[in-house]
């Protein structure tokens, strides 16, 4: 078990470990159950998924908690960089 705390700031990549940034949030439904993770985008991560960075601030994405594959040094995902590109960017209210 992974302590929620211990997430925050840990390196996400992808399962053909291309660093796509760092977790930022973990979103929580209404039975205290994470459903997704806020993934601050590193500058290759923006380019390689074809968003555009704001003049300030980042760019993040959610991807939901069945993208994890493993919790370890880092998060590693069960997808490559190629299937990140049609995850939405957030949109922090």
């Given at each position: 078990m992974?302590?929620?705390s211990a997430l925050?700031?840990?390196?996400?990549?992808?399962k053909?470990?291309?660093?796509?940034?760092?977790?930022?949030?973990?979103?929580?439904?209404?039975?205290?159950?994470?459903?997704?993770i806020q993934?601050?985008l590193?500058?290759?991560a923006?380019?390689e998924l074809?968003l555009?960075k704001?003049?300030?601030?980042?760019?993040?994405v959610c991807?939901?908690?069945?993208?994890v594959?493993?919790?370890?040094?880092?998060i590693?995902?069960s997808?490559?960089r190629?299937?990140?590109k049609e995850m939405?960017?957030?949109?922090?209210?």
């Amino acid at each position: 078990m992974t302590e929620i705390s211990a997430l925050d700031g840990k390196t996400v990549i992808t399962k053909d470990a291309f660093n796509v940034g760092k977790i930022s949030e973990a979103i929580i439904d209404d039975d205290w159950r994470i459903t997704h993770i806020q993934v601050k985008l590193t500058k290759e991560a923006i380019q390689e998924l074809g968003l555009k960075k704001p003049y300030l601030g980042n760019v993040t994405v959610c991807l939901p908690t069945y993208y994890v594959r493993s919790i370890g040094d880092v998060i590693t995902l069960s997808r490559n960089r190629s299937e990140l590109k049609e995850m939405p960017e957030c949109k922090i209210e």
